[in-house]
């Protein structure tokens, strides 16, 4: 029996659906703009988001919001299946590979929480799993040129808070031993397999150099393999982790070499069988996994702490509440860990 096989045959009515338009700036000074999935059937609703990073695509999609063929009775794998011959893309059409999965996984996660919620049961529940608390970091930019005036904000408010930062070739010795002396960089993102983006990260031999050594302990996420940086990384594989290239079981047998951690976002895989598949696959090779978000604006965070908690709630988890990536600190937020409330809508705290 796989992961997904007890989602597999659950009963799914859908009578209608809607969709709801959001939009907020960010602490990465941009607006980030998502759309939410709400599915209904036999008085429940089930909602999942959409993360694309196009907001034209969005707009289009809410102003078009009743042009889906989707009502019916399905089980999960037969909508998934319906799914494969139906345009989600009715009004334009994608700029970006990505937007593909990330819409399809907003219809699939939200179909999910509707068959759970008219079974009576939860994520936990289904998977014959528990819900732990998770661990949480904060992800964060630091501007240019950079300041780590955010990370000490952040810090003075929460002494306990860890972070998930993105190096950039602006960043110097200065900068890395400030950081460094906080012991509360977890996990730092080179950036360095995105293309056409506000965050794209060149293969930076003298950065990756200073970040190798200035963050010991680190893991160390998406490099960009060159003939220049790939030496640097001789000794330190294990710390190697890798995000953006993720998203299936083959993905990962594609990488370099071996890996010992990933980071796992279950909206890059656009179908619930295959996250679960990849997970499977992970927890059968030994491979640490950790989550990573995709700054959203509502369900989908609930969604990526649900997963957190059923598979890797003590790792460095890139999934702290939805307020951490408001342009400006503040306080009353959660400390990490989140404590599990028990539906597959995730943990109290945002």
């Not at 045959?9 to 759309?35: A, H, W």
């Not at 037969?78 to 494969?84: M, V």
Request: glycine residues 8%; hydrophobic residues 30%.
């Amino acid at each position: 029996m796989t992961l997904y096989d007890p989602l597999s045959e659950l009963s799914l009515q859908i009578e209608n659906y809607d969709l709801g338009l959001y939009q907020k700036e960010t602490s990465s000074e941009f607006k980030r703009v998502t759309s939410v999935v709400r599915l209904s059937g036999d008085g429940e609703t089930g909602l999942g988001e959409d993360v694309s990073y196009e907001p034209e695509l969005h707009r289009r999609l809410v102003e078009n919001a009743t042009r889906l063929p989707i009502a019916g009775q399905y089980t999960h794998t037969s909508f998934s299946e319906t799914l494969d011959n139906t345009d989600l893309f009715p009004a334009a059409t994608p700029k970006r590979d990505d937007s593909h999965p990330y819409r399809r996984w907003a219809f699939e996660s939200a179909a999910l929480d509707l068959a759970l919620k008219q079974a009576e049961s939860d994520l936990a529940d289904a998977l014959g799993r528990e819900y732990d608390p998770v661990r949480f970091t904060v992800s964060t930019r630091l501007g240019d040129p950079p300041s780590t005036d955010r990370v000490h904000t952040w810090l003075k408010m929460i002494p306990s808070l860890e972070f998930k930062l993105d190096p950039t070739s602006s960043w110097t010795d200065e900068t890395i031993r400030e950081l460094a002396g906080t012991g509360a960089v977890r996990v730092v993102d080179l950036k360095g397999k995105y293309s056409g983006t506000p965050v794209d990260q060149s293969a930076d031999p003298a950065l990756y150099e200073r970040v190798i050594d200035g963050f010991p302990d680190a893991l160390i996420e998406d490099p960009e393999l060159t003939e220049e940086t790939r030496p640097l990384f001789d000794g330190h594989e294990r710390r190697v982790t890798w995000d953006y290239p993720i998203k299936s079981v083959e993905s990962i047998k594609q990488l370099p070499f071996d890996p010992e951690w990933l980071n796992i976002k279950p909206s890059r895989f656009g179908t619930v069988e295959s996250a679960l598949e990849t997970i499977e696959y992970c927890l059968e090779e030994g491979i640490e996994m950790y989550g990573g978000g995709q700054t959203e604006l509502s369900v989908g965070r609930e969604h990526i702490h649900a997963f957190a908690s059923l598979f890797y709630p003590d790792s460095p988890n890139d999934v702290a509440p939805r307020g951490f990536n408001d342009p400006n600190p503040r306080a009353g937020l959660p400390e990490s860990p989140l404590v599990p409330r028990g539906d597959f809508h995730g943990l109290q705290g945002f």
